[in-house]
């Protein structure tokens, strides 16, 4: 299994495609910072970094299926696929190594911005609670997102179909905190603390103002484990479709 991780680890470190993404996500948070300091009325720099994580998920999410799109459609379109499913390794080692390398270069990507709270809490003031709280529910999210896009890319041949419709699903989950405050399902009480129970963005609020609870942890644990498992017994049944 870590054989296999290495060479996912090294085939993103070893081209472009990692730096770039890296590059592009670090842009896009210092734009955010600069224009967070630029907005304060007050001389301190006093802030907790929670506007700059929401804000930036949203862009992130346009990142996250271009970083999953070719963990399984490429294995598909290069002919290497068959080579993976007859190697000694089980499914579930094949899903949980593809899933940890691409989750490592999200933890490197997450790791450069690490700069930004270091850099405000030498000249003003940072609240490290709900920073540390915003860490983590910004990871858990992107974590969900990484199952999800390589769900879609084993179920895909082609990798940009992968990402095309790992963005639209993406946004869908976005979505979902305006289709449950909408007047139609504000209408139907049930239905909407259904719709607001799934969505990951009401959950990650609370990450971002430095509330942790268990509930969410869970559910985003949960929900990432359910849809690993699903790529799972998506590659067994195509394992086993070809003898």
Do not use: H
């Amino acid at each position: 299994m870590f054989a296999l991780y290495k060479k996912e680890i090294q085939s993103f470190f070893f081209s472009s495609f990692a730096y770039v993404l890296s590059a592009l996500f670090m842009f896009i948070f210092s734009v955010s910072f600069v224009t967070a300091i630029s907005d304060m009325t007050s001389n301190t720099l006093k802030f907790t970094f929670s506007s700059i994580f929401y804000n930036n998920f949203f862009y992130f999410i346009f990142l996250i299926p271009i970083l999953t799109m070719r963990s399984f459609a490429d294995e598909r379109r290069g002919g290497t696929e068959v080579l993976l499913l007859t190697s000694p390794l089980s499914v579930a080692k094949i899903v949980a190594a593809k899933f940890l390398a691409i989750l490592t270069v999200y933890i490197m990507m997450l790791c450069t911005t690490l700069f930004f709270p270091i850099y405000a809490a030498c000249t003003g003031q940072v609240m490290w609670a709900p920073l540390i709280c915003a860490y983590l529910g910004f990871f858990l999210w992107g974590m969900v997102c990484i199952a999800v896009g390589m769900l879609l890319s084993s179920l895909v041949g082609n990798a940009i179909i992968a990402a095309i419709i790992g963005e639209i699903i993406m946004e869908g989950l976005l979505f979902l905190d305006r289709f449950g405050s909408s007047a139609l399902v504000d209408s139907y009480p049930k239905l909407n603390s259904l719709v607001t129970w799934f969505s990951m963005q009401r959950r990650f609020i609370f990450f971002s103002k430095g509330i942790f609870r268990l509930e969410d942890l869970v559910f985003f644990l949960s929900t990432g484990a359910m849809i690993l498992c699903w790529n799972i017994i998506i590659i067994e049944k195509r394992r086993w479709s070809r003898g």
